[in-house]
Nanobody
Framework: QVQLVESGGGLVQPGGSLRLACAAS????????MGWYRQAPGKQREVVAR???????DYADSVKGRFTISRDNTKNTVYLQMNSLKPEDTAVYFC???????????????WGQGTQVTVSS
């Protein structure tokens, strides 16, 4: 079994910064792509940023230039540095990872439980 645990959410004023972290643990042989998604009240979950095992990144247009995704493969952890936060960034943020539990299995997608980010004055 694999668990993803997010941390770092909270309340921040517009223009502020937060750093989210998501650590994977459990039965892990390797981790392929990792990513961050968010879901605001009444809206569908949307991709925020993704990073491949080799470090290739892509971002939603709404966060380009403000958010940075990174990963530490030695810690099985993905990060999301969020700067210049806006009220419209308010949402529950979820991490996602494609985890290969052993060398004989295909990768499976896992989700974290989510962490609330609120941007408000």
């Amino acid at each position: 079994q694999v668990q993803l645990v997010e941390s770092g959410g909270g309340l921040v004023q517009p223009g502020g910064s937060l750093r989210l972290a998501c650590a994977a643990s459990g039965s892990i042989f390797s981790i392929n792509g990792m990513g961050w998604y968010r879901q605001a009240p009444g809206k569908q979950r949307e991709v925020v940023a993704r990073i491949s095992s080799g470090g290739y990144t892509d971002y939603a247009d709404s966060v380009k230039g403000r958010f940075t995704i990174s990963r530490d493969n030695t810690k099985n952890t993905v990060y999301l540095q969020m700067n210049s936060l806006k009220p419209e960034d308010t949402a529950v943020y979820f991490c996602n990872a494609a985890v290969q539990p052993n060398e004989l299995s295909y990768a499976q997608y896992y989700w974290g439980q989510g962490t609330q980010v609120t941007v408000s004055s």
